[in-house]
Each structure stands twice: as structure tokens, then as C-alpha cells.
T-cell receptor, first 116, second 112 residues
Framework: ETGVTQTPRHLVMGMTNKKSLKCEQH?????MYWYKQSAKKPLELMFV???????ENNSVPSRFSPECPNSSHLFLHLHTLQPEDSALYLC???????????????FGPGTRLLVL | DQQVKQNSPSLSVQEGRISILNCDYT??????FLWYKKYPAEGPTFLIS?????DKNEDGRFTVFLNKSAKHLSLHIVPSQPGDSAVYFC???????????FGGGTRLMVKP
């Protein structure tokens, strides 16, 4: 596999469920990102990790819990979500957090999440 | 409050004609601007960028124009091709680094 992969691609969950989204990058990058794209809204940056340390948390509710066990993997743990959390969740990676400009950010295909 | 706005949710253009996608921003600290392209079931991919020290950047059929005084940038695609049909996102950043603020996207449809 090359690039940035995300699993699952689609997920339906109830409000009381606990699930996890997985992101893996095969590019040797040191920074990874979670974005949320809701219908008719811009991509919103949720979390940023650099060298496995969280460096940004954009006021995301605690029902979203990120985990970066190593520089190649990023998880987003979900629990007690609300229907308004239904969205496309995109993972991205870049060589470093401040290696240059945005063109070095590579996105995965996303996980389409539906919360019932 | 959205700092980067794409006011046209969709645009339809005939093949061979020019496509013009617009983006406005409010944060005067933004000094680097990017366009990403997204096909269905795929993540966004980088298309073209421009630094605030320039007012134009060209790459093949794609040209980005920046008007700092108006806080406005645009992406021109000439000639448009059916394969250009996708959602285009405008993004901006402050200083070095990869913290991007995105617009809501414009869906471009190029008709054969």
C-alpha cells in the first residue's frame, strides 16, 4: 500500500457505541492530522500530531479521542457521539509540521461516518 | 466565523471554456494560499499554491491569481476538461508550517 490509507471507509454507529478510525501513512512522514468535513461546511482541522506528540487540539469535544502510537499510525477513538458528528473524517500527513507549505500534506480517502 | 469562503457551491462550464473559481478570506495574516482538488471517494490532492509576495502563479492549464487588497484569490482553468470535474477547495495558512484553514469547496462540472 502506498500513500495514506484509512479504515474503515464507511461506518454506521449508534450514539452509545465505541468505535475507532484508523489512519496509516506509508510515506515516512512525521506529522499527521485529523480533519472533519461536515455537509456544506469547510474542512475543519481537529488534531495535529508531530513526532507522536499532539500539538493542536481545535476545541474538539472529548467524545473524540486521538491516539498516535507511532509516526505511521493515527487513530481517532469515538464514544457517545451525536448525530451531528456524522461527517467525513479525513486523515492527512506531511513530512514535518513546519517543513514547508501546505502542498506537502497528503490526504487519505476519508471515513464516512453516520451516527444514528 | 469562516476565515476562508468559497461563495459558489457549484459551477458548470462547457468543455474547452475557462473555469473560474473564487475564494475570499478575512484574515490579513494569511500569507500562503493553496488550491486542492477532490474527486469522490478520494482525499483532497494539492493542485497549485501562491505566496502573498506574488499576484499570479501558473502551472499548465491552472493559474491562481491573488488580490491582497481585496483579500481575494481565484483559480483559472483553461481549457476546462471533463476530467477537471471535482470539488475544489481553497486553503490558507499563516507563516511556515502546515496549519491550513479551508474554504467550503466549489463543485466544478465540466460538460463535454
Amino acid at each position: 500500500e502506498t500513500g495514506v490509507t484509512q479504515t474503515p471507509r464507511h461506518l454506521v454507529m449508534g450514539m452509545t457505541n465505541k468505535k475507532s478510525l484508523k489512519c496509516e501513512q506509508h510515506l515516512g512522514h512525521n506529522a499527521m492530522y485529523w480533519y472533519k468535513q461536515s455537509a456544506k461546511k469547510p474542512l475543519e482541522l481537529m488534531f495535529v500530531y508531530s513526532l507522536e506528540e499532539r500539538v493542536e487540539n481545535n476545541s474538539v469535544p472529548s467524545r473524540f479521542s486521538p491516539e498516535c502510537p507511532n509516526s505511521s499510525h493515527l487513530f481517532l477513538h469515538l464514544h457517545t457521539l451525536q448525530p451531528e458528528d456524522s461527517a467525513l473524517y479525513l486523515c492527512a500527513s506531511s513530512q514535518d509540521l513546519a517543513s514547508g507549505r501546505g502542498e506537502t500534506q497528503y490526504f487519505g480517502p476519508g471515513t464516512r461516518l453516520l451516527v444514528l | 466565523d469562516q476565515q476562508v469562503k468559497q461563495n459558489s457551491p457549484s459551477l458548470s462550464v462547457q468543455e474547452g471554456r475557462i473555469s473560474i473559481l473564487n475564494c475570499d478570506y478575512t484574515n490579513s495574516m494569511f500569507d500562503y494560499f493553496l488550491w486542492y482538488k477532490k474527486y469522490p471517494a478520494e482525499g483532497p490532492t494539492f493542485l497549485i499554491s501562491i505566496s502573498s509576495i506574488k499576484d499570479k502563479n501558473e502551472d499548465g492549464r491552472f493559474t491562481v491569481f491573488l488580490n491582497k487588497s481585496a483579500k481575494h484569490l481565484s483559480l483559472h482553468i483553461v481549457p476546462s476538461q471533463p476530467g477537471d470535474s471535482a470539488v475544489y477547495f481553497c486553503a490558507a495558512s499563516v507563516g511556515a508550517g502546515n496549519m491550513l484553514t479551508f474554504g467550503g469547496g466549489t463543485r466544478l462540472m465540466v460538460k463535454p
